[in-house]
């Protein structure tokens, strides 16, 4: 399965990803996570991207395509992806047409994960993400940790991304209306995408998506 997740920063793209990458045994690809490990790493890559990212805009395509090409280009993603941030905007979507379809691949679904623009900031505020396993995502009031600023999971640190401030969501929610959300009628035109519901519970959400995906091969 080749699947597209789309959605407002804040519609817990991230926190779906990884819950259905490993039902779907496929593995999760985030542009935005491996642009953060970059720049834990210092590469140059991640010096380009992170004033980007501080300012709450996209990193160039130029930069970006490349990255996600050798990432789907890697051997554990042979049988398929979920791609979680990646494409972000019209050239990004058709840009990855053209790598599939050089591959003689295309994708499966493109996957819509819907939530209230108000719904967005409070998440994003209190969102908190383990310094170990960025999959690992709790919040300040809805999803807290046992003990403050300490993942349950692995006991990594807790902290709260640079670009999460509310000021930059504000920002990213602008990019993401003028430049995102074109790619899903994009896609519509495709008969690729299935929208869902983002509100209720982790779980549900999960399951939700698992019962709109179209079936495994
Ligand atoms: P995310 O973790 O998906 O919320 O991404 C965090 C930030 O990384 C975004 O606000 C962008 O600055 C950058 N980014 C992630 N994916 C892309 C992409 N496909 N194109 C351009 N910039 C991206």
Do not use: W
């Amino acid at each position: 399965m080749r699947i597209v997740l789309v959605g407002p920063p804040g519609a817990g793209k991230g926190t779906q990803a990884a819950y259905l990458a490993k039902n779907l045994a496929i593995p999760h690809i985030s542009t935005g996570d491996l642009f953060r490990a970059n720049i834990s790493q210092g590469t140059p890559l991640g010096q380009k991207a992170q004033e980007y990212m501080r300012a709450g805009q996209l990193v160039p395509d130029e930069v970006t395509i490349g990255m996600a090409k050798d990432r789907m280009h890697q051997p554990d993603a042979e049988n398929g992806f979920l791609l979680d941030g990646f494409p972000r905007n019209l050239a990004q979507a058709e840009a990855l047409d053209e790598i599939l379809k050089a591959d003689g691949l295309k994708l499966d679904a493109v996957l819509d994960l819907e939530v209230p623009e108000d719904e967005v900031v409070k998440r994003i505020a209190g969102r908190r993400i383990c310094r170990k396993d960025s999959s690992h995502v709790f919040h300040a009031i809805y999803n807290q940790p046992a003990a403050e600023g300490v993942c349950d999971t692995c006991g990594g640190e807790l902290y709260q991304r640079e670009d999460d401030s509310e000021e930059t969501v504000r920002k990213r929610l602008e990019v993401y209306h003028s430049e995102t959300e074109p790619i899903i009628d994009y896609y519509k035109a495709q008969g690729l995408v299935v929208t869902i519901s983002a509100l209720g519970k982790v779980a549900e959400v999960t399951q939700r998506a698992m019962d709109a995906l179209p079936a495994r091969d």
